[in-house]
């Protein structure tokens, strides 16, 4: 009776014991979900891979399902960050209401959205908005099919062209910078929310002509070309760079790129609050380090604060500006609902 009773002891021991190894490996095993911009992600994966390095026991993904895919999941509360190279746009903020979702913008970093060629592409030195107008535009479709289209002193090759997908925030932004209205864009081209896919096709297609964030137009040169786009209120072709952005010349295609962070896994659990903070911190050199252009560290600062005052919302209408200053991005009042002129 007494052996029953010893080993029945132990056996209880040895239970208890793993039931608290298991809970302890499911706190260890603490998870960050994010998702959304291919153009973000080098960031935050930049960001998670230090993080994790000092936070063994927090688990972060990162995932890239395009910036509308991500804000998808967001606004049904199914990720805790959403990595965004747009703003949240109108019917994302009545989706996120309708679900409770609150939420807090920051801008993490200036992104110059890269328009490239092939490498022995000799012809093309720089474009205006005009010329990308007339390849991008809606009445393109099936018309514009050849570079000397476009421009008659450009050769008569066909045109290939390759960009963002239809889920992605540099499809909106570049729609919105070139063709004057989000989303509005011919459809017959290669798309793709994966960089790296369009990486391939324009580097193998001497016809080609695409565009996507700069980190991977950066960190692929010497298998692209990068075109200068020519300023439309000065007149000079500005080729993309990280000076180009700072100093304002690089137009209209330089953009801020974004995290949104629910504010109720930032309020709830600690390793999201602590992530997030991490990110504010080491952003710039995170930035700089995948040849994006950091903020000045005031506006971090400044994104640390809104964090600390609880300030949530976007300071955007619905609608993603071109041409916004990074100061404007917290001059501007939060709003958590689009104007109506914005849906």
Do not use: C
């Not at 092939?118 to 205006?128: F, G």
């Not at 001497?206 to 692929?220: C, I, S």
């Amino acid at each position: 009776m007494k052996l029953n009773r010893l080993l029945k002891g132990l056996l209880s021991v040895a239970l208890g014991v793993g039931a608290l190894g298991i809970a302890q490996d499911a706190r260890a095993q603490a998870t960050i979900k994010i998702d959304g911009s291919s153009t973000v992600y080098p960031i935050t994966e930049a960001v998670a891979e230090e993080f994790q390095k000092e936070n063994r026991g927090t688990k972060v993904t990162v995932g890239i399902s395009g910036t509308g895919g991500g804000f998808k999941k967001f606004v049904r509360g199914e990720i805790d960050i959403s990595d965004a190279s747009r703003p949240i746009l109108a019917k994302e903020m009545e989706e996120a209401k309708k679900n409770g979702i609150d939420y807090y913008e920051l801008p993490v970093a200036f992104d110059a959205l890269t328009v490239m060629v092939h490498p022995q592409n000799d012809a093309i030195q720089q474009i205006t908005v005009e010329e990308l107008k007339r390849m991008w535009e809606p009445s393109a479709q099936g018309k514009v099919t050849h570079w000397n289209q476009v421009n008659p002193s450009w050769p008569g090759s066909p045109l290939k062209l390759y960009g963002a997908g239809a889920d992605s925030g540099t499809f909106d932004y570049f729609t919105e910078a070139i063709v004057g209205k989000a989303k509005s864009s011919r459809g017959d081209f290669t798309a793709s929310e994966d960089d790296n896919v369009l990486v391939q096709g324009i580097s193998g297609d001497r016809n080609a002509l695409g565009y996507f964030g700069f980190a991977y137009y950066a960190e692929n040169k010497s298998k692209l070309k990068a075109v200068p786009i020519v300023n439309p209120q000065t007149g000079k072709a500005v080729t993309p760079s990280m000076e180009t952005v700072l100093d304002g010349s690089y137009q209209p295609l330089s953009r801020p790129i974004f995290i949104y962070v629910n504010k109720k896994s930032y309020d709830s659990r600690p390793e999201v609050k602590k992530f997030v903070e991490f990110y504010l911190k080491n952003g710039a050199d995170m930035a700089r380090e995948v040849k994006y252009v950091p903020l000045q560290e005031e506006l971090y600062n400044k994104g640390m604060e809104r964090l600390a005052a609880a300030k949530t919302g976007t300071v955007f209408a619905g609608h993603a500006d071109v041409g916004v200053k990074p100061a404007e991005l917290f001059e501007r009042p939060l709003v958590k609902e689009p104007k109506a002129a914005a849906k």
